[in-house]
């Protein structure tokens, strides 16, 4: 127990002897968690919330519709559906109900909506579940399905017209036989139709508009339309084997336009889970990227910590200290720091969640707070420690088995020497020598700073790539959720930059003190403070113009992973606009911390008794 | 010079007077430049009275180089004497008492001032000093010579800190009577 | 007449004001002639160092003027200051300051490789300066493989790779044994006949001993002036204690 206090005391007072450097881990692990818990949460979001609606609705294993020709105006044949139910594997079935376009006013707004005749009592199949008011009694009033209630601002016991006539709203509710507003499929007419291609433009029935649904009784449904002729219909069926559904469907693909069509429930659940679940892979795609430069960038300040610690640690060992009791001081540290990312992660990603899942009213359990299961508590926090155990591991173990002697004579890490680039460095202008033999020194360094680099282009690359594509699709199917994943996209790619230039500027910094000593002896040697300023810098800009490089051939693979669809490969002019602009970027974020260095004075630096 | 080194040379085996000499010349390097030729012989003559060594006149013997042509060797008492001396543990000391009271009566009577007295010696151990490190400089490495050319350029240079501290504290003193 | 390398009036460098103003190079005339083995000698502290680096441009006075090889320097841009320590100063540090990453000859090749210099060049120059400091076997050994004696030998080359006009030395036989330290002497001893010009500081004896010209420093300023050369010889046989 005082083992255990003392470990912890002399991890927090370390922590506070550096207060920026603790901050920085904590903003890098924090960016991690908060996106993976966002990614956790979309993944419990998709598919759940239809299955219980389907479940509790009596929902229909097909979707059977007819609809009068669009383009001659011959009416319906409501026939076609009751043959249809009586087909062998039809195990119950609802209708046919009759369907009328019609639009729908309130509050001085107008919406195309699809009216759905049906009874009072309850249908075997597709018995809608009222998360408001009641179901229709006979009378005059409606109901409203949730999501379409909701983007319009209906509310139960409201008044609203509909095909002219005042109606009263009887109740809201929701439905797994339709994917929510406004994504509908439509029983009726709606836009865009299209022959080979083509939009219709001309034709005998009016034309819907990204109809809203609204249940009526059967001779409403009937009086709402202007003609019987123009009244569709649709019958809901249950199948004796669920899994039969696309089968069965896909063994009667309509013909002609009399002809029933089909949807079977997959491709609702496709419809209602597709965002989410793309918006998912996206957030958890930038997790991961976000968790490997976290991972890079705690390693940088861990190790240029660890250098600057070693005579700590020789001192802790001298007045007794295990090498356990070191390592375990030192990884108390990045734990206690990766606790608090972790819970400010999970705490974020728990706020955030909603304004990128909220995908309207539409299903059961659809308007509630995604909920932070103990599953994704656990993931997250798990994953926060394993970034501070994986970065502090190596040089905590290395620090704890340094030899007390050494440590306290404060025997930095010593650098390393690749022969052939000093070599080659002897050829090239003077601020190119300083940068790629201060670059030489630390090997790793460079290849952590080539990695998060790499990984962040290739973020960047990829979320340009798919932004691109979403625009497009945008173009020609405005969807606001269609648009609240480019706004994930927007967040992922602004964080992924925001880490990275925390990553540049650490390392820099790290660079900056494993150097001063060598800095001042060659400007002893005579080099110029501007020399030194632009190898300082250059030793950074160019790992991060190599991992430029790597990234921007990265990201169309890493695009092609997450999204299965056609990749559509960003302009060639795209990667060099990117490649340059992390060049300047670069350098316009080691610039400072590099003059700052390079004209920091020499002498007392020269004054150390030991190099 | 101490007539024991003499003496010690010869426990290797019996030497002519002038072999003697090469020896000491080359122990001492550039140190021993400063002997008189004539002192081993007068150290070797002593060492014969004193029945320590015997000596051995090839026949026929002129009277010329009669010094040169002989070969000294030790006597039992001699070998004895040799082994008495290498036990020794004497050591010369530096007469420092004798400058401190120098400075002290200096500074007492009011005849000179005993920072200038300090000041004149530092010179005078700084020229030594130099003679010293140059010879030594010369001297090739690893040589007997460069070896007591070391000791005597790190006694001059505790010889110099002493007087630096005389200085430190004659300054203050004066400042402070 | 020979002509003067280097000469300073008034050198002040104070640091910090006030009640902890500290005055660690107070008014120093000094001039150095060319081919002159200069030492500057006192106690830890007494501002040697400081003095070393105003001369060589590592720093930059408070009040006073140097002219270092016909120019006035206490002016000027940090470069420019820069090119100055390049081109005209050779600095030999107590800690040697050589770069573990690098090789004997790369390290001594590095003062004329950031001076422009062609690399085949510079590599020709490290090469003879290491035959001449008697470390041409070890040019391709790191420094961390040499003996402290060794090392000061590489740093001297190092300190010689662009010719200087003026050879600053800060305390460099400070953390070397006695043997050592002769070989460093030895090499100063060279560097002297063959008319370089040298400034040490140093609180060793024998390196002081060595030199033209001896000068105490105490609290910032000069105090004494010995001129060495000349003198008493032959005495050694005294100091060995075997006249009498
Ligand atoms: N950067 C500095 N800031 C404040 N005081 C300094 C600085 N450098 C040196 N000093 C002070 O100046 C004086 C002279 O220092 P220095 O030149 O290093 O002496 P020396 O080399 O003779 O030992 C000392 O008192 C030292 O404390
Ligand atoms: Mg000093």
């Known amino acids: 127990?005082?083992?255990?206090?003392?470990?912890?005391?002399?991890?927090?007072?370390?922590?506070?002897?550096?207060p920026a450097e603790a901050a920085l881990l904590l903003l890098a692990i924090t960016a991690a968690t908060t996106t993976l818990t966002l990614g956790l949460v979309m993944h419990g979001v998709a598919g759940d919330p239809y299955q219980r609606t389907r479940e509790a609705s009596a929902g229909p294993d097909v979707v059977a519709s007819v609809m009068p020709d669009p383009v001659t105006g011959a009416p319906a044949d409501p026939a076609v559906l009751t043959e249809l139910s009586g087909a062998d594997e039809i195990a119950a079935s609802s209708g046919p109900f009759p369907v009328a376009g019609t639009t729908v006013e309130v509050g001085g707004r107008t919406a195309d909506v699809q009216a759905v005749g049906r009874p009072a009592e309850p249908a075997d199949v597709d018995r809608p579940i009222v998360t408001d008011g009641e179901w229709l009694g006979g009378g005059d009033g409606v109901v409203v399905e949730a999501a379409f209630a909701d983007a319009l601002g209906i509310e139960a016991g409201d008044t609203v017209t509909l095909g002219g006539e005042s109606v009263e709203v009887a109740g809201i509710a929701v439905t797994a036989a339709m994917t929510?507003?406004?994504?509908?499929?439509?029983?009726?007419?709606?836009?865009?139709i299209t022959i080979n291609g083509e939009p219709v433009r001309d034709m005998a029935v009016d034309v819907l508009e990204e109809p809203g649904l609204i249940w009526v009784g059967e001779s409403m449904a009937t009086s709402l339309a202007a003609d019987p002729d123009d009244l569709a219909y649709v019958s809901y069926l249950r199948l004796d084997d669920p899994d039969a559904a696309q089968a069965f469907a896909d063994a009667r693909i309509p013909n002609g336009p009399m002809d029933a069509m089909l949807e079977p429930w997959p491709h609702i659940y496709e419809q209602v889970t597709h965002i989410e679940r793309n918006a998912q892979r996206v957030l958890l795609t930038g997790a991961w990227l976000l968790g490997i430069l976290a991972v890079a960038s705690v390693a940088?300040?861990?190790?240029?910590?660890?250098?600057?610690?070693?005579?700590?640690?020789?001192?802790?060992?001298?007045?007794?200290?295990?090498?356990?009791?070191?390592?375990?001081?030192?990884?108390?540290?990045?734990?206690?720091?990766?606790?608090?990312?972790?819970?400010?992660?999970l705490v974020a990603g728990g706020l955030t969640a909603p304004a990128i899942t909220d995908r309207a009213a539409g299903l059961l359990g659809g308007a509630a707070t995604p909920s932070l299961t103990a599953a994704t508590v656990a993931t997250v926090t798990a994953v926060a420690l394993g970034v501070a155990v994986v970065a502090t591991f190596v040089p905590a173990v290395r620090a704890a088995r340094t030899s007390t002697v050494a440590a306290l004579n404060d025997a930095a890490r010593p650098p390393r020497r690749v022969g052939w680039l000093i070599a080659l460095s002897a050829r090239l202008p003077v601020a190119v020598l300083i940068a790629v033999r201060v670059a030489g020194r630390r090997p790793r360094r460079v290849a952590l700073s080539i990695a998060s680099m790499t990984v962040t282009v290739s973020g960047i690359v990829a979320a340009l790539a798919a932004n691109a594509e979403l625009n497009t699709q945008l173009a020609s199917d405005p969807d606001p959720r269609m648009e609240r994943l480019g706004d994930v996209l927007a967040v992922i790619t602004?964080?992924?930059?925001?880490?990275?230039?925390?990553?540049?500027?650490?390392?820099?910094?790290?660079?900056?003190?494993?150097?001063?000593?060598?800095?001042?002896?060659?400007?002893?040697?005579?080099?110029?403070?501007?020399?030194?300023?632009?190898?300082?810098?250059?030793?950074?800009?160019?790992?991060?113009?190599?991992?430029?490089?790597?990234?921007?051939?990265?990201?169309?693979?890493?695009?092609?992973?997450?999204?299965?669809?056609?990749?559509?490969?960003?302009?060639?002019?795209?990667?060099?606009?990117?490649?340059?602009?992390?060049?300047?970027?670069?350098?316009?974020?080691?610039?400072?911390?590099?003059?700052?260095?390079?004209?920091?004075?020499?002498?007392?630096?020269?004054?150390?008794?030991?190099? | 010079m101490q007539q024991e080194v003499v003496l010690a040379l010869l426990a290797k085996e019996p030497s002519h007077g002038y072999q003697l000499r090469a020896r000491l010349r080359q122990a001492l390097g550039p140190v021993g430049e400063?002997?008189?030729?004539?002192?081993?012989?007068?150290?070797?003559?002593?060492?014969?009275?004193?029945?320590?060594?015997?000596?051995?006149?090839?026949?026929?013997?002129?009277?010329?180089?009669?010094?040169?042509?002989?070969?000294?060797?030790?006597?039992?008492?001699?070998?004895?004497?040799?082994?008495?001396?290498?036990?020794?543990?004497?050591?010369?000391?530096?007469?420092?008492?004798?400058?401190?009271?120098?400075?002290?009566?200096?500074?007492?009577?009011?005849?000179?001032?005993?920072?200038s007295i300090v000041d004149t010696q530092r010179r005078e151990l700084l020229r030594r000093l130099r003679e010293a490190q140059r010879a030594a400089m010369a001297e090739p490495d690893g040589s007997d010579a460069a070896l007591l050319l070391e000791g005597i350029v790190l006694r001059l240079q505790a010889d110099l800190r002493w007087l630096e501290a005389c200085e430190r504290s004659w300054t203050t003193r004066r400042s402070a009577p | 007449m020979s002509t003067t390398i280097l000469s300073t009036?008034?050198?002040?460098?104070?640091?910090?004001?006030?009640?902890?103003?500290?005055?660690?190079?107070?008014?120093?005339?000094?001039?150095?002639?060319?081919?002159?083995?200069?030492?500057?000698?006192?106690?830890?502290?007494?501002?040697?160092?400081?003095?070393?680096?105003?001369?060589?441009?590592?720093?930059r006075p408070t009040a006073g003027e140097i002219h270092l090889a016909g120019r006035r320097v206490d002016q000027l841009t940090e470069r420019t200051l820069a090119r100055l320590r390049r081109t005209?100063?050779?600095?030999?540090?107590?800690?040697?300051?050589?770069?573990?990453?690098?090789?004997?000859?790369?390290?001594?090749?590095?003062?004329?490789?950031?001076?422009?210099?062609?690399?085949?060049?510079?590599?020709?120059?490290?090469?003879?300066?290491?035959?001449?400091?008697?470390?041409?076997?070890?040019?391709?050994a790191l420094p961390t493989a040499l003996s402290g004696g060794q090392r000061q030998r590489v740093a001297v080359a190092r300190a010689?790779?662009?010719?200087?006009?003026?050879?600053?030395?800060?305390?460099?036989?400070?953390?070397?044994?006695?043997?050592?330290?002769?070989?460093?002497l030895r090499l100063f001893e060279e560097l002297h006949e063959a008319g370089q010009t040298l400034v040490i500081v140093t609180h060793d004896e024998r390196i002081a001993a060595t030199a033209d010209r001896l000068i105490s420093m105490r609290d910032g300023a000069f105090v004494d002036e010995t001129r060495l050369t000349g003198g008493t010889s032959g005495r050694l046989g005294a100091l060995a204690e075997l006249e009498g």
Not at chain 1, 324 to 339: F, I
Request: with cysteine; aromatic share 4%; glycine share 8%.
């Open chain 2, 34 to 115: 400063a002997m008189n030729a004539g002192q081993v012989y007068v150290v070797l003559t002593r060492l014969e009275k004193a029945g320590l060594v015997t000596t051995e006149s090839p026949a026929p013997a002129t009277a010329k180089d009669t010094a040169d042509r002989k070969t000294y060797a030790l006597t039992a008492k001699g070998q004895h004497r040799v082994a008495e001396w290498l036990t020794e543990v004497s050591w010369p000391k530096p007469d420092l008492a004798e400058f401190h009271l120098k400075l002290v009566a200096a500074a007492a009577a009011g005849l000179a001032d005993p920072l």
């Open chain 3, 88 to 140: 005209d100063v050779g600095f030999v540090f107590q800690a040697f300051h050589l770069m573990d990453e690098l090789t004997v000859v790369e390290n001594v090749e590095l003062p004329a490789l950031l001076a422009g210099r062609s690399p085949r060049a510079a590599r020709a120059r490290a090469t003879e300066l290491l035959r001449r400091v008697g470390l041409a076997a070890k040019a391709a």
């Open chain 1, 494 to 611: 602004v964080t992924l930059v925001a880490l990275a230039a925390v990553n540049t500027v650490v390392a820099t910094w790290a660079t900056v003190l494993d150097v001063r000593y060598s800095s001042a002896v060659t400007r002893a040697l005579g080099a110029t403070p501007a020399q030194l300023a632009a190898g300082l810098s250059l030793a950074q800009v160019l790992p991060a113009f190599l991992g430029a490089v790597l990234g921007s051939a990265g990201g169309p693979l890493l695009y092609d992973a997450v999204d299965q669809d056609d990749v559509v490969l960003p302009p060639a002019w795209w990667l060099v606009a990117v490649v340059v602009g992390v060049v300047v970027a670069v350098s316009a974020l080691t610039v400072v911390p590099a003059r700052l260095a390079a004209r920091r004075p020499v002498a007392p630096m020269l004054q150390g008794e030991l190099a």
């Open chain 1, 180 to 192: 929510p507003y406004p994504a509908a499929s439509c029983l009726v007419v709606c836009t865009p």
């Open chain 3, 9 to 59: 009036r008034g050198l002040t460098k104070t640091y910090g004001d006030g009640e902890s103003l500290v005055r660690a190079v107070d008014g120093v005339d000094l001039d150095v002639a060319a081919g002159e083995t200069v030492a500057v000698m006192g106690p830890s502290g007494c501002g040697k160092s400081t003095l070393l680096h105003l001369v060589g441009g590592l720093d």
């Open chain 3, 160 to 184: 010689l790779s662009n010719e200087p006009v003026l050879v600053l030395a800060d305390e460099p036989t400070g953390n070397l044994d006695s043997a050592a330290t002769l070989d460093v």
């Open chain 1, 1 to 18: 127990m005082g083992r255990l206090l003392l470990i912890a005391r002399l991890a927090g007072r370390d922590l506070r002897r550096r």
């Open chain 1, 300 to 345: 940088v300040l861990v190790g240029g910590r660890m250098a600057d610690q070693t005579r700590r640690v020789g001192l802790l060992k001298a007045v007794g200290g295990t090498p356990g009791l070191v390592a375990a001081v030192l990884l108390a540290e990045y734990v206690l720091v990766a606790l608090v990312a972790a819970a400010a992660g």
